[in-house]
């Protein structure tokens, strides 16, 4: 018998263990059966699991248990990111902390530093371990990879190799986010905006006004750039010269007409600082403008700035503010000036752009071989997408990734760190030039030195779905191609493409489109892989976790934060998942907060109490449930048939909406027909009738349907209600979908629930005690026979001592009466209730409502309430109103039966 009450704590690592032990987790890459493959977004190798790993395990897991029930080899790979910037970061500020060392790269090396770090990720790799198994989250744990790993350092580099002599990966001085504090290039994704309110000045600069938030930039403005179709300026050609007074003396100037100038901001004139500002580089690259550096790499202004170098920018601005309106150049001063302001993720510094020598792969180059053609890389990323190789759920994002892709560049793929994939170029200096060995190991002789730099982190994680199926030991031999390490590696072969990536939207663009990128250039020129692949068929994106009240969740507002693993351990591994998936569209944002989390852990224990009270009734039987096989499973009662019918309708749908992806729709599904329909109206109907063969092996069935949203305590119901050859509910095959039938007595055994839910509300609305039992009518030609089968459960839950049962309808006085589509429903109210008494504390409540309602359309008639209040309050004052006019109408048919 189980215990009376269900204990995640004491139940789920002990059956995760179980289910890890053998080897259910486990894909077999020799197998015959189609292929169902998902590569983890890997996590942080030392970070925490927060919510958005927590909503991607729970996501990815059900659609590995179910395609895993179907019959399919399921392959799940697991694995962590060495997160290059962010782990670095952590184990100098660690090392800077514990060790009163100011700057460990100075004083330990690069390589001391590396092997620190190295043994920290170690150490924390097994706690998100433990975190991804507390999720329950069945994946192949034999097949776990790492980015930084010895076998994905040889496919990185191959990539790295072949991308160079292909023409696509390039070294040049190109705009790079630059991030003084950690002293490093960072890319876009690694960039966080903050709105700012700053002042935005407006100077003279010759016969024209500028305007900028940053004047400290401006040292080396010398050009003059305005829309050439602006007839303010018509009578200033490009190429115009002119000497301008400036910051620390005249200056020459040149007017530049360029298209990329809004001639609708400000005075649509502005000069540019091509070294510092994206779009001013572009136009500078386009007109072939000089560009001169004003900001050091360490933040601060260079000689160039005259008396102000040396000084770190918020030092300077109001000193050169200040300069300028002295010389009569300070035109005036927008104080309110918002704009976003470019910070460092992780370091939390401002990014500067700076031109810098760095590594880049060029996304326009028509080199890359896709499906025998030629293309740029932005070409087949495009017609992945719009040729239907890629879906996106949901559709509406694929309208945002095609605009990032038309506007992607260049990609700056070196960053100024030492965690990482090394850059795989070795420099080598002569009397007359340097040398370059670009190549997959180092070259041989001596005076090689490796370029100093890693690659951005994203360059091995766009490779992330392939490189973690090539063989390990095949990267050990040199003498193997790319090509040949794919085609020789079984999992590669058998479990590539892979069939959805599930992750969060707000990295469709840095992480996802990467992956498109990487994958096809690779596959692209195999004929084995039909010239070319996608690392995936289909995009999951889920939505943000955010806060009761629609706040975003962080890590620096403590108060908004939940740790899953608390939830875990309060509620539950099943609730948690069950809380974040269900009421969770795809793309859609979701709310959560802990009384939701324990809402779902009711549900668990209604499932629970509903599994104890079949195993009662087997006791009670003596039958022992192992022993009832699935061929016993024949309907008897009313209640069987409509059971029998509801299910087989739940397993079509709940079939249909987790193999299109529609999860919440599938749990909303399983919610209601588990709560509603199996615990509140079969169980309670099927009292006194139990047909115990059919009860089990609907159980077993309603356990299936679920495991996917709640593995622990599935897993544990079926150890007590499974047949004898029947093995883990994990490894047991998915209902097959098949015809209804049973619809008659579902219709029938509908008419029984809203007759025993009619008269229920009955007895509320005219406030009869429940101790009370009542008199109960009811006319049904259509259904009388069923209703008259069904007396004795309709007595019982209706609390009904005396029962009327004609074909014919007759007219009743002093009686409630309820018309159901076949059937009257008439309660007597003689002896049950004073009639006047009630009338008038009716009346009384009527004309207490009539007030109040014309105290709300007052409000919501007042012009000025409507137009200037919140639209929340106005919007809570409507809700009112209906709330209050059903009341009255509700009210008013009482009192039409009290008469």
């Given amino acids: 018998m189980l215990e009376k009450a269900y204990d995640p704590a004491g139940t789920e690592d002990r059956i995760y263990a179980m289910w890890e032990s053998s080897g259910a987790f486990r894909a077999d890459a020799k197998s015959e059966k ?10 942080n190798a030392t970070g925490q699991l927060h919510l ?59 390589e001391e530093l590396i092997r620190r770090i190295a043994e920290f990720v170690e150490r924390s790799r097994d706690t998100i371990r433990s975190q991804v198994r507390k999720m329950g989250s069945s994946c192949d744990w034999s097949r776990e990879r790492y980015t930084l790993e010895p076998a994905l350092n040889r496919l990185v580099n191959e990539v790295f190799v072949s991308m160079y002599r292909d023409g696509l990966i390039y070294r040049g001085h190109r705009i790079v986010n630059w991030d003084p504090k950690l002293q490093t290039t960072v890319s876009d994704d690694e960039i966080v905006y903050e709105e700012r309110k700053d002042p935005f000045y407006t100077f003279q600069y010759g016969p024209f006004q500028i305007g900028t938030s940053r004047p400290e930039t401006k040292f080396g403005d010398k050009y003059v750039v305005m829309h050439p179709e602006d007839e303010r300026y018509a009578k200033y050609k490009h190429g115009d010269t002119f000497t301008a007074e400036w910051i620390n003396g005249p200056i020459k100037a040149t007017i530049i007409k360029d298209k990329a100038v809004d001639p609708t901001f400000g005075t649509g004139v502005m000069t540019i600082t091509p070294w510092h500002d994206t779009v001013d580089f572009e136009l500078a690259e386009r007109q072939d403008l000089d560009k001169e550096q004003i900001i050091g790499f360490d933040g601060k202004l260079l000689p160039i700035a005259g008396e102000f170098e040396g000084m770190r920018i918020e030092e300077a601005r109001p000193k050169i503010v200040s300069k300028l309106e002295k010389k009569g150049l300070l035109v005036k001063i927008d104080e309110g000036y918002i704009h976003n302001v470019a910070l460092s993720q992780r370091g939390k510094g401002l990014i500067e752009p700076q031109i810098k020598e760095q590594w880049f792969i060029d996304v326009n180059k028509r080199v890359v071989q896709w499906k025998r053609r030629e293309l740029s890389l932005k070409e087949v990323m495009q017609e992945v997408v719009k040729t239907g190789l890629i879906k996106i759920i949901p559709e509406r994002f694929e309208k945002e990734y095609f605009h990032w892709i038309d506007n992607l560049r260049d990609w700056c793929i070196s960053r100024q760190i030492w ?52 063989d390990t030991k095949l990267t050990e031999d040199t003498s193997l191609s790319l090509q040949d390490l794919l085609l020789q590696s079984p999992d590669f072969m058998k479990f590539h493409p892979t069939d959805v990536l599930e992750t969060g939207y707000d990295i469709i663009f840095f992480w996802v489109a990467r992956m498109v990128l990487m994958t096809t250039y690779v596959t692209g020129s195999i004929a084995e892989l039909e010239y070319g692949q996608v690392p995936f068929e289909t995009v999951y994106l889920h939505g943000l976790i955010r806060t009761r009240d629609g706040r975003k969740m962080s890590k620096s507002d403590p108060d908004t934060m939940i740790d899953p693993l608390d939830m875990i351990g309060k509620y539950g591994a099943d609730a948690l998942r069950l809380s974040m998936i269900v009421g969770q569209s795809p793309g859609n944002d979701s709310r959560l907060y802990e009384e939701k989390i324990a809402g779902y852990r009711n549900f668990v224990n209604k ?17 022992d449930p192992h022993t009832i096989a699935p061929s016993d499973m024949k309907p008897k009662s009313l209640a069987d048939h409509a059971l029998l019918y509801e299910l087989l309708s739940v397993r079509s749908d709940v079939t249909d909406a987790i193999a299109t992806y529609r999860l919440s729709e599938a749990g909303e599904r399983l919610y209601s027909f588990v709560w509603d329909f199996f615990c509140d109206w079969y ?20 356990l299936q349907l679920i495991h996917s949203y709640c593995p622990f305590v599935t897993e544990e119901l079926w150890s007590h209600v499974k047949y004898n050859e029947f093995g883990m509910l994990i490894q047991h095959p998915w209902p097959l979908p098949i015809s209804k039938g049973h619809g008659e007595e579902r219709e029938a055994f509908q008419v029984l629930i809203d007759v025993v839910t009619t008269v229920r509300r009955m007895r509320s609305d005219y406030g009869v005690e429940q101790a009370k039992t009542i008199a109960l009518i009811l006319h049904s030609q259509k259904y009388e026979d069923v209703l008259a089968s069904q007396k004795e459960h309709i007595l019982r839950l209706t609390k009904a001592d005396q029962w009327t049962l004609t074909a014919k309808p007759e007219k009743h006085q002093n009686a409630a009466s309820t018309f159901l589509p076949g059937v009257e429903v008439h309660i007597p109210l003689e002896g049950l209730l004073d009639l006047a008494k009630e009338k008038a504390s009716a009346e009384e409540e009527r004309d207490r409502l009539k007030t109040y309602k014309k105290g709300i359309e007052g409000k919501l008639k007042n012009k000025a309430f409507v137009e200037n209040a919140p639209t929340a309050v106005v919007d809570q004052e409507r809700e009112k109103l209906a709330s209050t006019e059903e009341k009255l109408k509700k009210i008013e048919e009482r009192l039409k039966m009290l008469k």
């Fill in 683 to 702: 169980l309670e109907l099927s009292k006194g009738e139990v047909n115990i063969p059919f009860l089990v092996n609907a159980l077993r069935e309603i």
């Fill in 34 to 43: 189609e292929s169902f493959t998902v590569s983890m977004p890997p996590p």
């Fill in 419 to 470: 965690w990482g994939h090394r850059v795989p170029v070795w420099y080598k200096k002569s009397e007359s030039a340097v040398d370059t060995h670009v190549g997959v190991t180092p070259p041989e002789g001596n005076g090689w030195e490796q370029d100093p730099d890693t690659l951005d982190t994203w360059f091995s994680s766009a490779l992330w779905t392939w490189s973690t199926l090539v």
């Fill in 52 to 110: 958005g790993h927590a909503v991607m395990l729970a996501l990815e897991d059900i659609f590995i248990r179910f395609n895993r029930m179907r019959g399919k080899e399921v392959l799940w790979v697991p694995g962590t990111d060495h997160a290059a910037i962010a782990t670095e970061n952590v184990v100098i500020k660690q090392i800077q902390k514990e060790e009163k060392i100011p700057n460990p790269r100075a004083k330990l090396g690069r």
């Fill in 607 to 623: 499932l629970w109490n509903a599994s104890r009270f079949v195993l009662m009734q087997c006791d009670q039987a003596k039958v």
